[in-house]
T-cell receptor, first 115, second 113 residues
Framework: GAGVSQSPRYKVAKRGQDVALRCDPI?????LFWYQQALGQGPEFLTY????????KSGLPSDRFFAERPEGSVSTLKIQRTQQEDSAVYLC?????????????FGPGTRLTVT | QQQVKQSPQSLIVQKGGISIINCAYE??????FPWYQQFPGKGPALLIA?????SEKKEGRFTISFNKSAKQFSLHIMDSQPGDSATYFC????????????FGTGTRLQVFP
């Protein structure tokens, strides 16, 4: 069956450009997470949605980062005025219900390189 | 208090050997401890997970050992195979905090034939 998909898979942006990263979760999954994975590091939590409600955005590193999930399915992570330190892989994960009994399924990630 | 510390950073094991990766945590509110496997260019995939009410969980060649009093848990891979070569991450989450995963820094495992 279809898993979590993310697009684009690779994105190169010049410093100062805005970017938008898309996540298509598994159909019917209520919870959606965004994580940032720097090279050689573990993923770090950015933000969490339950349906369309953004319940936790404590991991967003600055107000340049914005995420939305307006209809409770597809989510977009937007980064304004990109900086070199934003270079990382951005991972999306979804789970059927908001309970750790349900596995978080990860997408392949979007590799963002800011030049 | 949110950190999960993982060691070693890298591990080289011969085929058929045992791979052991260790993690430690501080936050006693954590109530779910998964291990993820990640291949290059792929997202992490759940390997095995444990809750603090048991001290050990085994699935095939993979075993988690959990020590609640020491706040430590470990992954054992028995009969390691070249196909196990990947990066492994421990993680922890709390049902009181949206179940967001707090990951360790990863262990790069290489299994040589």
């Amino acid at each position: 069956g279809a898993g979590v998909s993310q697009s684009p898979r690779y994105k190169v942006a010049k410093r100062g450009q805005d970017v938008a990263l898309r996540c298509d979760p598994i159909s019917g999954h209520v919870s959606l997470f965004w994580y940032q994975q720097a090279l050689g590091q573990g993923p770090e939590f950015l933000t969490y949605f339950q349906n369309e409600a953004q319940l936790d955005k404590s991991g967003l590193p600055s107000d340049r980062f914005f995420a939305e999930r307006p209809e409770g399915s597809v989510s977009t992570l937007k980064i304004q005025r990109t900086q070199q330190e934003d270079s990382a892989v951005y991972l999306c994960a979804s789970t059927l219900f908001p309970d750790s009994l349900y596995e978080q399924y990860f997408g392949p990630g979007t590799r963002l390189t800011v030049t | 208090q949110q950190q999960v510390k993982q060691s070693p950073q890298s591990l080289i094991v011969q085929k058929g050997g045992i791979s052991i990766i260790n993690c430690a945590y501080e936050n006693t509110a954590f109530d779910y401890f998964p291990w993820y496997q990640q291949f290059p260019g792929k997202g992490p995939a759940l390997l095995i997970a444990i809750r603090p009410d048991v001290s050990e969980k085994k699935e095939g060649r993979f075993t988690i050992s959990f020590n609640k009093s020491a706040k430590q848990f470990s992954l054992h891979i028995m009969d390691s195979q070249p196909g196990d070569s990947a990066t492994y991450f421990c993680a922890a989450s709390s049902s009181y905090n949206t179940d967001k995963l707090i990951f360790g820094t990863g262990t790069r495992l290489q299994v040589f034939p």
